[in-house]
Nanobody
Framework: QVQLVEAGGGLVQAGGSLRLSCAAS????????MGWFRQAPGKEREFVAA????????FYADSVKGRFTISRDNARDTVFLQMNSLKPVDTAVYYC?????????????????WGQGTQVTVSS
């Protein structure tokens, strides 16, 4: 089992920044691809960003490309999501996810473990 705990959500004005973190425990962190998804009220959970085990490759949804950056620190078993130029449409619960080995996918069913989520609210 892998336990994931997100932190860093909150309320921010449009144009502002937030940095989310996700601390992992229970297994060897560097064996897992890591990612972020989000779910806005009344909508399905959607892919935001992912990073490979080594951190050498990243993937982004078109809606956040150029504004969000995913990174990881394998020495600290932590993955980050730096969110800049935030917009009201970015308001959602953000979830951290982990997948064993391979290349991280963009669909929920491709991921093995999930955190409880952290709320991000962007005011206009």
């Amino acid at each position: 089992q892998v336990q994931l705990v997100e932190a860093g959500g909150g309320l921010v004005q449009a144009g502002g920044s937030l940095r989310l973190s996700c601390a992992a425990s229970g297994r060897t962190f560097s064996n897992y691809g890591m990612g972020w998804f989000r779910q806005a009220p009344g909508k399905e959970r959607e892919f935001v960003a992912a990073i490979t085990r080594s951190g050498g490759t990243t993937f982004y949804a078109d809606s956040v490309k150029g504004r969000f950056t995913i990174s990881r620190d394998n020495a600290r078993d932590t993955v980050f999501l730096q969110m800049n130029s935030l917009k009201p449409v970015d308001t959602a619960v953000y979830y951290c996810a982990a997948v064993w080995g391979g290349e991280p996918g963009r669909r929920e069913y491709e991921w093995d473990y999930w955190g409880q989520g952290t709320q991000v609210t962007v005011s206009s």
